[in-house]
């Protein structure tokens, strides 16, 4: 897994397209907003500031309050890896997140997604 270019994207321009995906399966933008707040820490008015203030993904994931201790919990294929199998770091906590906003596309409950 070399893509490393996702690194330097912003989050900002990403997160428009997690929504859509959702929506397109009769989600809502609240439940990936509650996924990006469960895996991450973030709440409301600090996702917004990320946003608003259109940070990388890697300062994204580096400012996030507190990584779930439930992610080891996340596993499966994800654009052809394995989310457990992958080495780097950061890629792995945005392949969480991209399987997290899969598994809620895909019709999961929330339960489910949020390993409760």
Do not use: H
């Not at 994204?60 to 507190?66: D, E, I, S």
């Amino acid at each position: 897994m070399k893509n490393t270019k996702i690194f330097g994207m912003s989050f900002a321009s990403v997160y428009p397209l997690y929504i859509k995906k959702a929506e397109k399966k009769g989600r809502t933008k609240e439940e990936v907003d509650e996924i990006i707040f469960w895996l991450t820490g973030y709440d409301e008015a600090t996702l917004q500031q990320q946003l608003e203030n259109k940070v990388d993904f890697e300062t994204f994931f580096a400012q996030a309050p507190q990584l779930n201790p439930k992610v080891s919990l996340i596993t499966g294929v994800i654009c052809g890896y394995r989310v457990e199998e992958i080495e780097d770091k950061l890629m792995q906590k945005i392949r969480y997140l991209d399987k997290l906003v899969d598994e809620l596309a895909k019709g999961k409950a929330m339960e489910k997604i949020l390993r409760k």
